[in-house]
């Protein structure tokens, strides 16, 4: 007989300290009525077990926490340990990296399994540097993604990816990354073009090929206005340095880590939101990166690289400019224009308030817990 309330395990090999996909999936589950836990990996700064809105989330520890082979094989052994010992219905997997263990746990307990691909792995730029570890990871999923009930990605070109890939899957069901629009920051009336910082805001991790080099360039052409950088990695002294460089330190400011609620009230007050993703893979060519809903939900017109998705979004909804990346000309000349030109500006700004109605957390919300709901019904 099935339990009274169904229960739903989230599995992912990040320590999960803003995981927005997982956090927005497990919440939305638990509002929903459903018992949710998280396993995620254990790291020095956080603590095993914490509590997000009635969630628990369980962190593994393990000795090779930092990377390499002995990470993924340890994490999924020890992820198996745990899960064989719960009691759950639906084992909802983030990943590649956890679905040897999701495999395993459902051909030993009578659980649905939902495979959440962030990304395409195949795709992944370190394996273009690492083949041997590409070719074993993708022997991997093509074996073991016929485990999984439900496969979910996060928009339609990965869903033609992963289909095109594996012919026998059933097709991929699309949950976007998209953020709650009922959040106080954006119920709220937003700022229009004058009550607004004369800034240009990148939020995200500091990565090669997400066009930041070419973003410091472009400052230095630009006439008026400063640029905010919120985030941090592995490329954050090479853009000091760069800054230093370019003399442009006056105006351009490292803002480091913030909290959500600061970076939703960073976010409301700029007036140009960057995102300039270089089409150097699959995942950087078809990127959704959360950033790019949330400069819409701010009502903050966007600068984005022409690759696919982009393009195809802002098909949809002008939210902003579409620049090529490599022309530093072309992406300063956007800035100025944006930061200079109130009709312009409100135009997009307009067209964000539009687009926001669609792509908003609560649409993708029912066609989750419409998954969940016939999980739990086969069952």
């Given at each position: 007989m099935?339990?009274a309330?169904?229960k739903?395990?989230?599995?992912t090999?990040s ?5 927005r996909?997982?956090?927005n999936e497990a919440?939305?589950?638990?509002r ?7 396993y995620?990996l254990?790291?020095p ?10 969630v628990?989330i ?8 930092k990377g390499g ?9 020890r ?6 010992k719960?009691d759950f219905?639906?084992l909802?997997l983030h990943?590649?990296w ?11 307990k ?6 959440d691909?962030?990304e ?5 730029e370190?394996f273009q540097k690492?083949?041997l570890?590409g070719?074993?990871w993708?022997?991997?999923e ?10 979910l990605?996060?928009?339609?070109f990965?869903?033609k990816?992963?289909s095109?890939?594996y012919k026998?899957?059933s097709?991929p069901e699309i949950?976007?990354?998209f953020p709650?629009?009922g959040?106080k920051?954006f ?11 004369n800034?240009?805001l990148?939020q995200?991790i500091?990565?090669n090929h997400?066009g930041?080099?070419q ?5 230095t ?15 954050e ?7 230093k ?8 400011r ?5 909290s ?7 976010t409301?007050?700029a007036?140009?939101g960057?995102?300039l993703?270089?089409p150097?893979g699959?995942?950087y ?7 790019f ?6 009502g903050t ?8 998705t982009?393009?195809e979004?802002l098909?949809i909804?002008?939210?902003g400019?579409?620049?090529n990346?490599e022309?530093?000309?072309?992406i300063a000349q956007?800035i100025?224009?944006l930061?200079?030109d109130?009709?312009?500006?409100t ?6 308030l539009?687009?926001?109605e669609h792509w908003?957390w609560?649409?993708?919300e029912?066609?989750l817990?419409?998954?969940y709901k ?6």
């Amino acid at each position: 007989m099935k339990k009274a309330i169904p229960k739903i395990v989230h599995a992912t090999i990040s320590p999960c300290q803003d995981e927005r996909r997982i956090f927005n999936e497990a919440l939305s589950a638990s509002r929903a009525g459903y018992l949710v836990e998280i396993y995620a990996l254990k790291v020095p700064e956080v603590e095993e077990i914490t509590l997000l809105s009635g969630v628990i989330i369980r962190r593994i520890s393990i000795k090779f926490w930092k990377g390499g082979p002995l990470k993924f094989i340890i994490f999924n052994w020890r992820l198996s340990w745990k899960l064989i010992k719960e009691d759950f219905d639906i084992l909802h997997l983030h990943d590649l990296w956890v679905l040897p263990a999701g495999a395993l746990i459902s051909f030993l307990k009578n659980c649905k399994v939902i495979y959440d691909a962030h990304e395409f792995a195949r795709g992944l730029e370190i394996f273009q540097k690492k083949q041997l570890s590409g070719r074993i990871w993708a022997i991997t999923e093509k074996i073991l993604i016929r485990r999984a009930d439900v496969i979910l990605t996060i928009n339609s070109f990965h869903q033609k990816l992963f289909s095109g890939t594996y012919k026998k899957i059933s097709k991929p069901e699309i949950i976007f990354n998209f953020p709650i629009l009922g959040r106080k920051y954006f119920k709220d009336r937003l700022p229009q073009f004058r009550d607004r910082r004369n800034a240009i805001l990148y939020q995200g991790i500091f990565k090669n090929h997400r066009g930041l080099k070419q973003l410091l360039e472009a400052m230095t052409l630009v006439k008026s206005g400063c640029l905010d950088l919120v985030g941090f990695g592995e490329i954050e002294l090479e853009l000091n340095q760069m800054v230093k460089l370019l003399n442009i330190d006056k105006i351009v400011r490292f803002k480091g880590r913030v909290s959500w609620d600061q970076l939703l009230n960073e976010t409301c007050n700029a007036k140009i939101g960057i995102v300039l993703f270089e089409p150097v893979g699959l995942n950087y060519q078809y990127a959704s990166p959360n950033k790019f809903f949330e400069y819409v939900m701010a009502g903050t017109p966007i600068i984005a690289s022409n690759i696919a998705t982009f393009k195809e979004y802002l098909s949809i909804y002008e939210v902003g400019i579409l620049v090529n990346i490599e022309s530093t000309e072309e992406i300063a000349q956007a800035i100025q224009r944006l930061l200079t030109d109130e009709k312009k500006w409100t135009y997009h700004h307009l067209n964000c308030l539009k687009a926001r109605e669609h792509w908003n957390w609560e649409t993708q919300e029912h066609k989750l817990i419409n998954i969940y709901k016939k999980c739990v019904f086969e069952s």
